[in-house]
Nanobody, 128 residues
């Protein structure tokens, strides 16, 4: 069982930056691939980024590529999402998620269905 707690959300102006954190419980954090998703009002939940358990690979949605960076610190059981050059359309509740499944194709991690554990979310609001 893994419990995830996000933090770091808030209100920021367009062009600004935020760093989201997701702290995980348990001693097997390093075996989990971690992802970030977001859910904006009136829209479906959207994949944002993922970092594999081995830290060898990261994947990003096209909408955030070059602006957001996912990283992890296994010693602290924490995954981060650095949001930069933010836009009003980045406004959403951001969720972190964990999966113990291993895939050769990173594309599998784009689907929320493969994640077994979810945090409660943190609100990010970008003003224009």
């Amino acid at each position: 069982q893994v419990q995830l707690v996000e933090s770091g959300g808030g209100l920021v102006q367009a062009g600004g930056s935020l760093r989201l954190s997701c702290a995980a419980s348990g001693r097997t954090f390093s075996t989990y691939t971690m992802g970030w998703f977001r859910h904006a009002p009136g829209k479906e939940r959207e994949f944002v980024a993922t970092i594999t358990w081995s830290e060898r690979s990261t994947y990003y949605a096209d909408s955030v590529k070059g602006r957001f960076t996912i990283s992890r610190d296994n010693a602290k059981n924490t995954v981060y999402l650095q949001l930069s050059s933010m836009k009003p359309e980045d406004t959403a509740v951001y969720f972190c998620a964990a999966t113990g499944r291993k895939y050769y194709s990173g594309g599998n991690y784009y689907s929320s269905d493969v994640y077994d554990y979810w945090g409660q979310g943190t609100q990010v609001t970008v003003s224009s």
